[in-house]
């Protein structure tokens, strides 16, 4: 860990997303779901400097994993983010995220016609595409906006 | 073709579409020899929009295939009223028929009912997404006229949301043709279908004015601007009549331009083209039913292993 880390405190076990690319840590928490409501320790370092982006953001969330889909979706909105598990104040496991080649059930389609914003008894399934995500039901495509779809 | 459903044009290759146009061209020399084909085989035609037409084509087709049908009616008194998931009622009705031919206002609404059943599932149209059957009657049209390379081809009209243009102008992508796209500002393709055009590395050349482009054109599809699209009336009539046709028009087309429409056309297209010899509509529509016969044919020889050549079919 950098200097620039210990700004934020040390958690005891929970998760360290670092490597958030500038500006994105409260979609990152979009993505979790997390809003305070759920009483977790959450520490947020925004606009560090670093030397691989430039300005990073960091997300501490205490006494919480990540599932593969919300990694998958972290992906999208910050494609270098690390991901460190760490229990008793050590990391435990450190991994880069990787892109997927789809997204399921996490967003929902911004198509307001699309099948799945009725009431199907369906999951939403997006294809990973060059710059952004696409649903497999009706090919709206998302870019920037990803976090803006963030079903939780 | 080696597809268990039709659900966009995107899925399908080259070899895919000449496969069912020169089934297309067969059915259409000799009708008579496809006549039993499907003896003792049923579609289901659940159709949960009104489209007289394409039902009926799709009626006609089948029964000249030897199929019967089975239609759930009017969408108000089905079971659709009552809150019933698209989802349980094609899996009910996969039990009834051996293919389903689905229209549905939502877009998706042709996929996900192909990962509900294991019957061939054809999409007749999916909201404002796509209506690949429709393409094919298309370009069986196109081909018979014109052949399907070294063309130009103008689509003119609702791009945003007109399905038959957008079903096309992917399938277009497979064969050597120029596109040009003309329409008003507010209704040019949307984004995800120029995401497609872009992957397959066809140019997407916009215009304002058909006249920019009609001189280059070997065909000119027409499509309707429709009232809803506007939220104020009088701008809908100025747009409109921007992009209606009359012989007129056609002057300064090349003899040979063939004028296409999905029908049915509301005043976009003059009568008086109708006498020229430009006009195509009336025989695309009627290229609907040695298509779609076609089009059951090859899905329903897919679904029975025993047509298959000994090669597992997976359903
Ligand atoms: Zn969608």
Known sequence: MSDHELRVSKIRNGTVIDHV???????VLAILGIDGSEGLGVSVGMNVPSDRLGRKDIVKVEDRELSQSEVDVLSL?????????IREFEVV???????????????????????????????????????????????????????????? | MRQDHLITATQLSRDDIEAVLDRARAVADDPAAYADRHAGTVLALCFFEPSTRTRMSFDSAAKRLGIDTIDMGDVDSSSVSKGESLSDTVRVIEGYADALV???PSEGAATLAAENVSVPVVNAGDGAGQHPSQTLLDLHTIRENHGLDDLTVGIMGDLKYGRTV??????????????????????????S?????????????????LDDVIEDLDVLYVTRIQKERFPDENEYHRVAGEYRIDAD?????????????PLPRVDEIAPDVDKTDHARYFEQAHNGIPVRMALLDTLLENADPDADEGIEVDR
């Open chain 1, 21 to 27: 690319e500038g500006g994105q840590a409260l979609n």
């Open chain 2, 249 to 261: 028009t056609l002057e300064a087309a090349p003899d040979h331009l063939s004028v296409m429409h």
């Open chain 1, 77 to 85: 909105i910050a494609p270098e983010a690390s991901i460190n598990i």
């Open chain 1, 93 to 152: 496991e450190k991994s880069r995220v990787t892109r997927p080649d789809s997204v399921t059930g996490v967003l929902s389609c911004p198509n307001r016609n699309c099948i799945t914003n009725t009431e199907e008894p369906v999951e939403t399934r997006f294809e990973v595409v060059a710059d952004g995500v696409r649903c497999d039901y009706c090919s709206t495509i998302l870019r920037a906006d990803i976090a803006d779809h963030i079903d939780v």
């Open chain 2, 193 to 209: 279908v120029r995401f497609d055009l872009h992957e397959t590395g066809a140019q997407v050349r916009e215009h304002e004015d």
């Open chain 2, 102 to 104: 689905l229209r549905h």
């Open chain 2, 166 to 191: 957008h079903s096309l102008a992917s399938a277009l992508t497979n064969f050597d043709v120029n596109q040009h796209f003309i329409s008003p500002p507010s209704l040019r393709l949307p984004r």
